[in-house]
């Protein structure tokens, strides 16, 4: 029997630094490990994470791994969350597309594609990540020591090419270069098995040493250069009203009912061969089930919302039990994918104006939709497309439920759907 391990990561935003050459984000990445980061970005993406920031040291703010394309600003979108005790607001800020690209890279564990020289590292230093362990930093009070210290962990990725070429470069505190070679075994120990499916090579790469003075970090901590192309953004769009069953003209949304399941994976993968958007709603009880697929599908970039705990019929609940099937399924949905959970569907599509008044007090979004597929009720891949082929899709929320005759339809379905020129949107 396989056991599956998913791996929850927090990125928190400490401070913004901003100079007359370059600006710099210090961060702290929360994974398997502490780790802190120092990431130069673009001043823009800076200056809106600035304005956004109180003066008072009371908040705490953590960064999301998500992102969309904002296409009426022309500019791309992410948001951070910000923390004070037991209250929590997402706040939304105009980003780079380099942003975006580190963000990626980030969350997928995919750092170098290529490695700047001491002379092109000032200059072109546009989305580098200065990492120091908590181990380095307990070390940091004695710099006479002669220790070697690793400094560099790169995989480069020659996409274009189709080669897959992971390297590993090292550097003593003195600033001698150290080419070493490593196999995919020791990345994978040191990467935590993120890298699995990289052919095992030897490769060897030098990086000149460079003075505090000149980059303005320490010898002793790890540097990654993220210059990796970025990856395609699923288009979004978020809902203003606290009842949605239906979207703005040229657009579609594909929701996936009573998961997660053994289905969901499937399912998230034929989303992203067709780089289309696709929200996933999860039953709680479910979710205890299959961790691992609720973390898959937010890590590919799909939108969760919560479809109750228990897939009850809430009209017949009791405000306290009614808050229950809502509260925990979150709760649940929350610990994994670590971002607020604020898209629900009611169980049966059954509502009133308590369940409603409570979302709204939430500041939740309750999602219905306008094409019934039946797919529950047919479990026929031909039926399912049929139903959306012969309705009017401009501007629907269509509604699925993940099982195999869903997944033998979809590719179908997609295609019909971009074939009448609609954006295929994640919820938000």
Wanted: with cysteine; net charge negative.
């Amino acid at each position: 029997m396989s056991v599956h391990v998913y791996q929850m990561k927090l990125l928190e935003l400490h401070s913004v630094h901003r100079e007359s050459n370059r600006s710099h984000l210090r961060l702290k990445l929360i994974s398997d490990q502490v780790t802190e980061l120092l990431w130069n970005i673009d001043e823009e993406t800076a200056e809106s994470l600035e304005s956004i920031m109180e003066s008072e040291r009371i908040y705490k703010y953590r960064l999301s791994f998500h992102s969309s394309w904002n296409s009426a600003q022309n500019q791309y979108v992410s948001f951070l969350t910000k923390t004070y005790r037991d209250q929590s607001e997402k706040v939304y800020f105009p980003c780079s597309e380099a942003y975006v690209s580190g963000l990626n890279s980030i969350k997928s564990n995919e750092p170098v594609s290529q490695i700047q020289t001491q002379a092109s590292l000032p200059e072109a230093w546009t989305s580098h990540l200065a990492l120091v362990t908590q181990q380095e930093r307990a070390s940091r009070g004695s710099r006479l020591l002669t220790w070697t210290v690793i400094a560099f962990m790169s995989i480069i990725l020659t996409i274009l090419s189709g080669s897959s070429m992971p390297a590993f470069i090292s550097k003593t505190a003195s600033g001698e270069d150290r080419d070493i070679q490593v196999t995919e075994s020791q990345i994978n120990r040191t990467m935590g098995g993120y890298v699995d499916g990289y052919r095992a090579v030897t490769v060897s790469a030098q990086l000149k040493s460079a003075s505090d003075s000149e980059l303005g970090i320490p010898l002793n901590e790890r540097l990654v250069t993220l210059k990796e192309p970025v990856k395609p953004v699923l288009p979004s769009i978020a809902l203003e009203d606290t009842v949605t069953f239906s979207l703005p003209g040229g657009k579609a949304a594909l929701t996936f009912d009573d998961g997660p399941s053994k289905y969901t994976k499937e399912i998230t993968d034929i989303l992203m061969e067709y780089q289309v958007g696709g929200t996933f709603f999860f039953i709680g009880k479910n979710v205890k089930k299959y961790p691992e697929s609720v973390q898959y599908a937010k890590s590919s970039g799909y939108a969760i919302g919560s479809h109750s705990m228990n897939h009850l019929e809430l009209t017949k609940l009791s405000d306290d039990k009614l808050k229950y099937e809502i509260l925990q399924s979150n709760k649940l949905i929350e610990e994994i994918i670590q971002e607020q959970v604020t898209l629900f569907r009611p169980p049966y599509g059954a509502k009133n104006d308590s369940i409603i008044d409570i979302l709204r007090g939430m500041n939740h979004k309750m999602v219905l939709w306008d094409i019934d597929t039946k797919d529950w009720e047919s479990r026929d891949a031909g039926k399912i497309y049929n139903s959306v082929a012969k309705a009017d899709v401009d501007g629907s929320i269509i509604l699925l439920h993940e099982s195999q005759a869903t997944i033998d339809a979809l590719p179908q379905i997609i295609q019909f759907l971009k074939k009448q020129n609609l954006e295929i949107v994640n919820l938000q």
